[in-house]
DNA sequence: GCCCAGAGTGAATCTCAGC
DNA sequence: TGCTGAGATTCACTCTGGG
């Protein structure tokens, strides 16, 4: 990737822009486009005041005066192009997210299958304080819909923070529907005549969590509709570059500017929590080299009830009323179990001073001795 | 529509069935199509048990050997095609839901802004026990969407119990996301084996509110994928009538049964609340003066540990090894807990026919019969 | 009868390095 | 490219059986 696109707002036609990037450039990209809303007329609140909806050009697509199913095509001709766009410059196994509501996200989802990409999640983003249905006519639209995609079926090693989510979810796995405010007070980017910059900033807290979940420290992020540049602004600050493209040149100054401002964290702040797969492989030998356990040490499984022997070999040998069984920590305590699998790491036990303790505590002392 | 197709269950191909019905003959559609899962092997627990997934034949679009692309062809044309016939169907002004996960879910919603349906609201239903994610690859997918429609953009006078869904929401809007638990326990149909009879039976909290938001006592609710007859039970119950097809004699002949069994409440009980009318908050003594409770009742809560008797002043009373307890639903509930606070809408059961309800389930009735 | 431990289960697109 | 084998991975709830 060229160092003159990095962390810098290029203004014009996304697509355009997005074919003029290197292929296979970018880790992860971020998309909020246009929800083509078809509102029809203005909206009142009960007491008569107007809501500012969005009404600005970019998100029309037709002639109001021809039929929906014109407009479908169109935004549909349009969504199929910046996101082919979108999957040439994204790394094979980088991960794409886009947001939207019911107006625009099944036309998006069905053009991302098509397209080949491979769904991994659709998440809900759940507004806490979410703008009533003034009519009573339906339930309160309380919700907007992301989905998680990788580039393709056969992606398997795309950036996921597991661990780091889970932390964040206080120690359970994360769900796919998130709870979070609206971007509102201070956060809100203003205007000089104090309106509202852009009609649908998105929370910085919503881009947090994207990008925690799908990236690493250094990972360049592509927003194709970086409007006043929230997803700028959270990358640069959890340490992640960006490449924004935006249409508007009034929007791109404001985010310009925004991120400007933004300080990144500490290194070691951005970090996600390391997994236990990123781990250095440890083979069972090196406990017996490293006289961490001898041969002919009788291990057990954690209700004392199965056991095996350790070989000088780093196998080790056991019989039940199945056979003999020799092999690796994983495969003998398979065997013993009846099981299609089984973790040796944790599975087999030492007695240590009275009390029994797995393995795999000697296998953290080899990983702090390295 | 003839008598004899009304509160029946019609085994058959679905579209060929919609096809043979008179048009425009239908308040309400319900749909839990296939997903067209495409899951691969198997899945193991980390504790090796292996997980009962949906394999079933109705649920394979296509070889699994061809390509991805080839079987979302052959989705989209069944999508079609039941679709155009559930449209045919509806009344000018009837309303469609439709069920699916974020597997084909955008097939859907696409469809039917192809087909002239406008989309009132999409609807997560938040699982509050989903299945985990047991590889950690993903977040844990934990909720379903429903798509609930009009059959035209024209149709403004479908119906939409707005003042229901409040009281049903303790007095404010409903919003789009609704937390629901899974269909288990002694709600889930079993077989002779003791294996669930149905691999994907859906919950009848989450149909109660379905035909409550927007049907009518009296209304004719088609369900073209009817299953093990949810969506039949519910209908009869809330006193409105429905048109049950489905593929398999087996899970037609358990429908049948099931639905036999219900006994419809009372017609004054499934009146939607009428509009316009602000409804005070319903004190529990409401439920002793309108006979849904007797004095002398003994609830329990959900474990069936606890206890505490209705008092005919609306209070309840209670002892433990704490002392004796007497006072509202949450105090006594609070007391015995140990606990700062306590809804005992929610905490407090009653058990009816062999299971266990809350008695917000009577409030509900309450409400609605208002 | 009560309590507690353990087993079971739900629409799931569920690993990955190294040879 | 495919195959092998190490080894990482679960939440909320219900039901059953033993003490």
Redesign the pocket.
Known sequence: MPVDNIDRVLVGDCIELMQSLPEASVDMVFADPPYNLQLGGDLLRPDNSKVDAVDDDWDKFGDPSESVGASFALYDKFTRAWLAAARRALKPEGTLWVIGSYHNIFRIGTAL?DQGF????DIVWRKSNPMPNFRGKRFTNAHETLIWAARD??A??YTFN??SM?ELNE???MRSDWLLPLCTGGERLKGEDGKKAHPTQKPESLLFRCIMAASNPGDVILDPFFGTGTTGAVARRLGRRFIGLERDPDYAAIARKRIAQIEPLAAEDVTPKP???A?P????GVLIEAGLLQPGTVLSDQSGRLHARVRADGTLSASNAMGDHR?????VGAALQGA???????FWHIDVAGSRRPI?HLRQQVRSGL
């Open positions: 299958q491979w769904l991994l999640n079926k056969a398997k090693r597991y661990d889970k120690g359970t796995q997994s236990k797969r781990e492989r440890i083979p069972f092999g690796s920590i994983h495969q299609p699998a089984c973790n040796g790491w944790t795999d």
